[in-house]
Nanobody
Framework: QIQLVESGGGLVRSGGSLRLSCAAS????????MGWYRQAPEKERELVAR???????NYADSVKGRFTISRDDAKMTVYLEMNSLKSEDTAVYYC???????????????WGQGTQVTVSS
């Protein structure tokens, strides 16, 4: 029904910048929010950034002031601009979409395949 495809990951040096893209396809009319999560080796998945239908955003404390989430509705794409990258940002980054299923029913979570981001000097 809804497919998410990430791109833009790769190797970047400390202090550099990288932009991730998430292209959505299918019927996204019921999507309430989209976001980016990441998971480093031996760590749990964590929220990085999220944007709701009305454009409100929130970020993890560790990335505030460095990362920016945005979207292009015409292209059905969500972006994550990452600046001042640190080695601690190294992880697999996953795109997420929250689809509303109905009243009193939790949203259905859609996930992309993930894209690797590696930060080194």
């Amino acid at each position: 029904q809804i497919q998410l495809v990430e791109s833009g990951g790769g190797l970047v040096r400390s202090g550099g910048s990288l932009r991730l893209s998430c292209a959505a396809s299918g019927n996204i009319f019921g999507v309430n929010a989209m976001g980016w999560y990441r998971q480093a080796p031996e760590k749990e998945r964590e929220l990085v950034a999220r944007i709701t239908r009305d454009g409100s955003t929130n970020y993890a404390d560790s990335v505030k002031g460095r990362f920016t989430i945005s979207r292009d509705d015409a292209k059905m794409t969500v972006y994550l601009e990452m600046n001042s990258l640190k080695s601690e940002d190294t992880a697999v980054y996953y795109c997420n979409a929250e689809e509303g299923m109905g009243y009193l029913i939790p949203d259905y979570q859609h996930w992309g395949q993930g894209t690797q981001v590696t930060v080194s000097s």
